[in-house]
């Protein structure tokens, strides 16, 4: 079974988790989730121009820093494809690590798709 599909198995979201990590504080969550969207792009832009530049060390660095923000958000697929990104940098396989990032953008995709849908569900002018 390749990553990807590996990542399609977890959840793009355990709001319940994040939730519970902001002790129940829906606002609070809903600020976290948020902020973590807007700097997902850009780590994903980062993790692209240090493979560029074929900066592993650094690569894996970023990789291990966005895995825990996954984790933080309870982003659980992302956390598995920013942690497969990771490992393939720590054993300075560039040659592999494109096709890590474009799994990495996958999940970006279901992330942000799973938040808009918490979004739609909920009643107008209430958070999630």
Request: proline fraction near 2%; glycine fraction near 6%.
């Amino acid at each position: 079974m390749g990553m990807q599909q590996e990542c399609r198995e977890l959840p793009a979201l355990e709001f319940q988790q994040l939730l519970d990590r902001c002790a129940g504080n829906l606002e609070f969550a809903e600020r976290v989730l948020t902020r973590f969207e807007h700097q997902l792009g850009e780590e994903l832009s980062q993790l692209e121009q240090l493979l560029g530049v074929e900066n592993a060390d650094e690569l894996a660095r970023r990789a291990h820093s966005l895995e825990g923000a996954a984790a933080t958000v309870g982003a659980t697929a992302l956390q598995a494809a920013a942690a497969d990104v990771e490992t393939l940098a720590r054993e300075d396989r560039l040659d592999l690590i494109a096709s890590g990032l474009v799994d990495l953008q996958i999940e970006q995709s279901r992330f942000a798709e799973t938040v808009a849908e918490f979004d739609k569900a909920t009643p107008a002018g209430k958070s999630f």
